[in-house]
């Protein structure tokens, strides 16, 4: 089975692809016409391909990223692009999603430590990265200090993504 919708992403069109055991596509044209792909694949490297025309089977391998590299390239072109990464990569999984949870001014986690929430210990949904404004903060550890504004990516399922938001968000 082939999973393959049109979206709109910074005001282009883009064609997603599930690729099942493999990861998702993403293809879509430059400004000047170059067609290009890129496969986010499920070992969280990324392979960069371009093309001519519309078939994407044609397409001329240029460079692959690792995950590191990728989360670099990421930050370079626009930090948030990684928690669309996430809940690209969990439509793969059944049960399984991602999320974003603001941490809000006068929230109870406000300059503490993630480690603190207990968020995965009470939720079982795992916090992978932190974008602060234009930065990324890939995998934090339980010493991360949590500040007002940080958009949390959460993995998980929708119970534990909604839980997650309930401790982070709760009232004080």
Request: charged residues 25%.
């Given at each position: 089975m082939?999973?393959?919708?049109?979206?709109?992403?910074?005001?282009?069109?883009?064609?997603?692809?599930?690729?099942p055991?493999?990861g998702?596509?993403?293809?879509?044209?430059?400004?000047?016409?170059?067609?290009?792909?890129?496969?986010?694949?499920?070992?969280g490297?990324?392979?960069?391909?371009?093309?001519?025309?519309?078939?994407?089977d044609e397409?001329?391998f240029?460079?692959?990223?690792?995950?590191?590299e990728?989360?670099?390239?990421?930050?370079?072109?626009g930090?948030p692009?990684?928690?669309e990464?996430?809940?690209?990569?969990?439509?793969?999984?059944?049960?399984l999603?991602?999320?974003?949870?603001?941490?809000?001014?006068?929230?109870p986690f406000?300059?503490?430590?993630?480690?603190?929430?207990?968020a995965?210990?009470?939720?079982?949904?795992?916090i992978?990265?932190?974008?602060?404004?234009e930065?990324?903060?890939?995998?934090p550890g339980?010493?991360?200090?949590?500040?007002?504004?940080?958009v949390?990516v959460?993995?998980?399922?929708?119970d534990?993504?909604?839980?997650v938001?309930?401790?982070?968000?709760?009232d004080?």
């Amino acid at each position: 089975m082939r999973f393959a919708r049109d979206v709109m992403i910074g005001g282009m069109d883009v064609n997603e692809v599930l690729l099942p055991g493999v990861g998702m596509r993403y293809e879509f044209a430059t400004r000047d016409g170059d067609r290009m792909s890129v496969v986010a694949l499920r070992s969280g490297e990324f392979e960069l391909m371009a093309y001519e025309g519309v078939d994407a089977d044609e397409a001329r391998f240029v460079f692959r990223l690792t995950r590191e590299e990728a989360d670099i390239l990421a930050e370079i072109l626009g930090a948030p692009r990684i928690a669309e990464r996430f809940a690209d990569l969990t439509k793969e999984v059944p049960g399984l999603s991602a999320g974003q949870i603001e941490v809000r001014a006068g929230g109870p986690f406000v300059d503490r430590l993630l480690g603190e929430t207990r968020a995965r210990t009470r939720t079982g949904a795992s916090i992978v990265a932190i974008v602060r404004g234009e930065e990324v903060i890939p995998s934090p550890g339980p010493t991360q200090v949590l500040r007002a504004g940080d958009v949390l990516v959460v993995i998980g399922t929708h119970d534990g993504i909604a839980q997650v938001e309930q401790i982070i968000q709760a009232d004080q």
